[in-house]
């Protein structure tokens, strides 16, 4: 009775990779991008890709906390290890349930991400990471382990060796090898040593105790007190340089209870909620707060209407524009920065690429106000959640000390619209109207991503990201005090959530493999490439960002993202306040409005009258600067009091229409024109008054005729001079006819937003998943086809090399024949590559053959083929 053999036990990640389906193959490349850039031609270059130190580093940093603790675990046990091995490394003597429970995710983890690899009994960590994380006196690794005692030994004497060995009271050996295997099997052997350090001294414990969880590594003297002599002579001190000592890790691992790290953190740890509100006061606040965002982003283009700032010549906003822009905005510069950064980043902002460069809005600023008010919230929304650029860099300083500025360089950061993704995922984890404590938000992102970041300020920059993202969520109306409002749930693509749901530390998704749909999930499905079925099933797992349907690493279709944002649009414009098209006139010259005006009525007005508090009402203040600023863009004293009769709920004050009709009157009895520039008036009594006024000496004006006067300036600075002295000029043309003077909008030629700086290769979507691992198990078969001999064997990956005479004769044979063979080939671009085809016809100088590697038929050159070799017969 035949029974069915297991097969055999994978000697290389090569052969681990090629024992993987293709769901398991895609799930690898999904979460590395980067091995599939360019597309490997085998699976032995995808394992030696996946073992370079750039990949295995980034592998590295998107791992969680726990996963990361195993990889270190693995790094200080033996290699291979087997599972119960690691289990003890992680979980201790005490055996936590927590830690046995997780443990088969995280192994599953790192075996999906081609970081471990072989079966349960004899795991093997891929060699590049072993060298990143196992302990040197360079790099120590977070489990504070030092050496073991053979590495430690490694250039002591063999003499010395056998001192220690007797004196810890074990028999001498042959040879040093011998030695420290009994010396290493003395401290694994948890009553041999109990015993043993029984008999220390207690000077000799605290100095254990010391070193125990890290740094290993401590100083003596050339002459050790008797204390440390006493832990030198057994060995419980090993010396590495001269004047100091490291403790050996069996040791370490024995004083621990056989714990590698202090603390395992198998579970994330819990998003707590701050406090609890309404979760309409919630929509509603958020939503008042959308509406201050696009009134502030308007307000910020209607201030650079004309041309804005001038562009620095490194690029960015000078320091003192942004003071600028803050206080026109009423806000502080770092709130300043964010708005001017947003506008940018949704393509309404831009240098106008002018000689004398200068910000301006852009093209698509017109279409964009166009649109109704929930969809320029939508868009502008959208935009800071996929934008790289991090507006709280600015005023900071960059790696060279050089000072980051508003719209400058240096602002982008790859990982930010990953953090602002799960950091508003974590939101929508909380009950309905829950807001986050800050704290929790933060030490959930340290143990999703521990080694994401540089430290600034004793801080990460992922920890500085979710800051910056919860305070910009609340300024442009994401969230209302601190929860999450409905349409930026929707925004998200969250569905709802429910009133007093509870709050749980943890998402359900996949248990084996972070946040990958390929996967299993359901009760039946096993862990892909585990056979400790008996273990405890592994605990739900934290969604990690790769896992959020439009996240950065986890792209979403554009319907996907079309409709979602359509929701929040929906979600949103019910709770945005009407616009009015009314004011409230009153008696001291100014005009209330009691809400949002429409927008006629809104520009109209702002030419007018000016600003003079915002609110929940804004105050507009006519002066006579703002008349005659209405007049000189069209308007007569009938159109002005047309429209304040047309719009005003009370009766026009007559202060206000005397106001008016006084600036009317005085209005163009001036011209100003161009000589350099002259001023003229029927009146020469009125030109006789301003030649004797002191304050037109910098005019420089001089009586060309008695109706004209000359000045050395241009007409603008004329103009700007007589309306400072208290006249109300206006220009003319060279026909002599009143020049109107509109706020015309300056734009800048068509702009399109930044494009975000990807963090590493782009994530690959479902077709270029499928056609790489087509093409790379297609390019194995070829590589790893058996083949008949044709003289020297060939090492692993090379071409075959036959003559053109020898390529020629076996291509026609193998037409007759209609066997396969195997053939090396060199593209156009110099790309080698080796193919196993059925030649159908040779003629020419091209072969047409059925190509195995691609599953089609091609036709190729026969000058581009390096050699061919027939198949072996089995």
């Not at 100083?219 to 340089?241: C, F, I, N, S, Y």
């Not at 509406?291 to 910020?300: F, G, K, P, R, S």
Request: net charge negative; aromatic share 4%.
């Amino acid at each position: 009775m035949s029974t069915e053999e297991k097969p055999a036990a994978p000697r290389s990640l090569a052969e681990a990779l090629r024992a993987r389906d293709d769901a398991s193959l895609a799930a690898l490349l999904r979460s590395r991008p980067d091995l599939i850039t360019p597309v490997p031609t085998d699976l032995t270059q995808l394992a030696t890709r996946a073992g370079t130190r750039a990949s295995v580093l980034r592998a590295l940093e998107r791992l969680d906390r726990f996963a990361l603790q195993t990889a270190e675990a693995l790094a200080v046990a033996p290699d291979p290890a087997s599972y119960d091995t690691v289990l003890g490394l992680i979980a201790g003597d005490a055996e936590d349930a927590t830690v046995t429970a997780a443990l088969p995710r995280a192994v599953a983890t790192l075996r999906e991400q081609a970081l471990v690899w072989g079966e349960d009994d004899r795991l093997r960590l891929v060699r590049t990471a072993r060298e990143l994380l196992a302990p040197s006196p360079q790099h120590p690794s977070p489990t504070g382990l030092g050496p073991s005692v053979r590495e430690a030994t490694a250039g002591m004497s063999p003499g010395r060796i056998q001192e220690i060995v007797g004196t810890a009271g074990l028999p001498s050996t042959h040879d040093s090898v011998s030695a420290v295997t009994t010396l290493t099997d003395l401290f694994t052997d948890r009553k041999a040593m109990a015993a043993l350090l029984e008999e220390a001294p207690k000077a000799s414990l605290e100095v254990l105790s010391r070193l125990v969880w890290g740094p290993p590594y401590g100083q003596v003297t050339a002459e050790p007190a008797a204390h440390l002599r006493w832990l030198l002579d057994r060995g419980l001190l090993l010396p590495t340089t001269p004047g100091t000592v490291v403790l050996p890790r069996e040791v370490a691992l024995h004083l621990r209870a056989g714990r590698a790290h202090r603390a395992p953190e198998p579970l994330p740890p819990t998003v707590e909620p701050a406090a609890t509100h309404n979760p309409q006061v919630v929509d509603a606040t958020a939503a008042g707060q959308a509406y201050t965002a696009l009134a502030t982003v308007e307000e910020l283009l209607k201030d650079w209407y004309e041309g804005g700032p001038a562009v620095l010549r490194a690029g960015g906003l000078s320091v003192r524009d942004l003071k600028r822009t803050a206080v026109a905005l009423d806000v502080s510069e770092p709130v300043a920065a964010f708005w001017v950064e947003l506008a940018y980043a949704a393509g309404l902002l831009a240098a106008d690429g002018e000689a004398d460069e200068r910000y301006a809005a852009t093209p698509a600023y017109d279409a964009w106000l166009e649109r109704p008010p929930a969809d320029r919230w939508t868009g502008l929304a959208e935009a800071w959640l996929v934008a790289t650029r991090t507006p709280g860099l600015v005023g900071g300083r960059d790696a060279k000390e050089r000072a980051l500025s508003a719209l400058g360089q240096g602002l982008d950061r790859s990982a930010a619209p990953e953090v602002r993704h799960r950091v508003l995922t974590l939101l929508a984890g909380l009950p309905a109207g829950a807001a986050p404590a800050t704290e929790s938000v933060l030490a959930r992102l340290r143990w999703e991503r521990p080694l994401r970041g540089p430290q600034q300020d004793g801080e990460d920059l992922r920890s500085r990201l979710a800051r910056w993202t919860l305070s910009e969520a609340e300024l442009l109306g994401v969230t209302g005090r601190g929860a999450l409002s409905a349409h930026g749930r929707a925004l998200l693509g969250t569905p709802p959530a429910e009133p007093g749901a509870p709050v749980s530390p943890a998402e359900p998704a996949a248990p084996a493999v972070t946040g990958h749909p390929s996967a299993p999930s359901g009760p039946g499905d096993k862990l892909p490439f585990h056979h400790h079925h008996h273990r405890p099933a592994a605990p739900a797992e934290p969604l990690s960002p790769a896992g959020l349907p439009g996240s950065p690493t986890h792209p979403a279709a554009p319907e996907q993202v079309a409709a979602r944002i359509a929701a929040a649009a929906r979600l949103l414009a019910p709770l945005l306040p009407e616009p009015l098209d009314h004011v409230l006139l009153q008696a001291d010259l100014t005009a209330v409005a009691p809400g949002p005006l429409e927008r006629p009525l809104a520009d109209v007005l702002g030419v007018l009258a000016d600003v003079e508090s915002k609110g929940g009402a804004t105050v507009y203040r006519f002066t006579p600067a703002s008349v005659r600023r209405a007049l000189d863009a069209g308007r007569t004293a009938a159109d002005l009091h047309a429209f304040l009769t047309a719009h005003s709920r009370t009766p026009v004050p007559q202060p206000l229409a005397y106001l008016i009709d006084d600036v009317a009157r005085k209005h163009g009895h001036l011209r100003v024109g161009a000589a350099s520039a002259y001023v003229r008036c029927d009146d020469d009594s009125l030109l006789n008054e301003i030649l004797a006024d002191k304050r037109a000496g910098s005019l420089r004006l001089r009586r060309l005729a008695p109706t004209v006067l000359a000045a050395q300036c241009d007409p603008a600075g004329l103009l700007e001079g007589l309306r400072a002295m208290g006249y109300a000029p206006a220009a003319e043309s060279a026909e002599g006819d009143v020049l109107i003077t509109r706020a015309d909008a300056h734009r800048t030629p068509p702009r399109t937003a930044p494009e975000p700086v990807p963090d590493g290769p782009p994530p690959p979507d479902a077709t270029l998943l499928a056609a790489a691992v087509r093409a790379i198990r297609a390019g194995d078969l070829a590589a790893t086809t058996p083949r008949k001999s044709t003289g020297a064997p060939l090492a692993g990956g090379e071409l075959p090399r036959t003559s053109s005479a020898d390529t020629l004769a076996t291509m026609q044979a193998a037409v007759l024949t209609g066997d396969s063979v195997w053939i090396g080939y060199v593209n156009a671009e110099g790309a080698a590559s080796q193919r196993v085809v059925a030649p159908t016809r040779v003629e020419g100088g091209f072969v047409t053959a059925y190509d195995h590697t691609a599953e089609e038929v091609r036709t190729y050159p026969l000058h581009r083929i390096t050699g061919v070799a027939e198949l072996a017969d089995e």
